[in-house]
C-alpha cells in the first residue's frame, strides 16, 4: 500500500488500475503476460490493424497519470525472450558468439533466433540474390577461387 493511502483508496486505485488494463479484442492482438504478470502493450489496433499512438501513462505507486502523445517504443511489444536476447547482444557489444554461449545453442541457432527477433520488429535483411548464393556455392564446392568470386562481385 502507497503510503498515505488509506485501505479503501488503496482498494479504489487497485480496482481502477485493473480496470484500465487494456484487453485485446482478437488472439494475436498483444497483451501477452510477462514474468511480473503486466501486459506486453499491443503495436497495432485490433479493429483495423493501424499503429496504435501511446497516449497515456501511469504511476501504480500513487496514481499519478500523464496524457499526450508519447513516442512509442518498438523494442517494448517484443514478448519477454526476445527482449532478453536483444539485451544480451547490445551487452556483448554484437557478438553472435557470445549470444550463441548465452543461450547455450548452436551458432546457427543463436543467428536464426536472433533474425527471427529482427523479423518481428520488421527489420528483415534482404536476402542475398540468388547470383550470390551460386557464387558462394561454387566458391564453397572448389569450382573457383577467392580471387574469382571476388572479381565477379566486383
Do not use: W
Not at 496504435?52 to 500513487?62: H, K, N, Q, V
Amino acid at each position: 500500500m502507497t503510503p498515505g493511502m488509506n485501505d479503501q483508496a488503496a482498494a479504489d486505485h487497485e480496482a481502477k488500475t485493473q480496470a484500465q488494463a487494456p484487453t485485446p479484442s482478437r488472439p494475436g492482438a498483444g497483451g501477452g503476460r510477462t514474468a511480473a504478470g503486466h501486459r506486453h502493450a499491443p503495436k497495432d489496433c485490433p479493429v483495423c490493424g493501424e499503429r496504435l499512438a501511446l497516449t497515456r501513462l501511469s504511476c501504480e505507486e500513487c496514481g499519478t497519470e500523464l496524457a499526450g502523445r508519447f513516442e512509442a517504443c518498438d523494442f517494448c511489444s517484443l514478448p519477454t525472450e526476445d527482449r532478453e536476447l536483444l539485451r544480451v547482444f547490445l551487452v556483448s557489444r554484437g557478438n553472435m558468439k557470445e549470444l550463441e554461449r548465452h543461450l547455450a545453442v548452436s551458432y546457427p541457432t543463436a543467428r536464426a533466433r536472433f533474425d527471427a527477433m529482427l523479423g518481428r520488429l520488421g527489420l528483415d535483411r534482404p536476402a542475398p540474390t540468388s547470383s550470390r548464393l551460386d557464387l558462394l556455392e561454387q566458391l564453397a564446392s572448389g569450382d573457383i577461387d577467392v580471387d574469382e568470386a571476388l572479381r565477379r562481385l566486383a
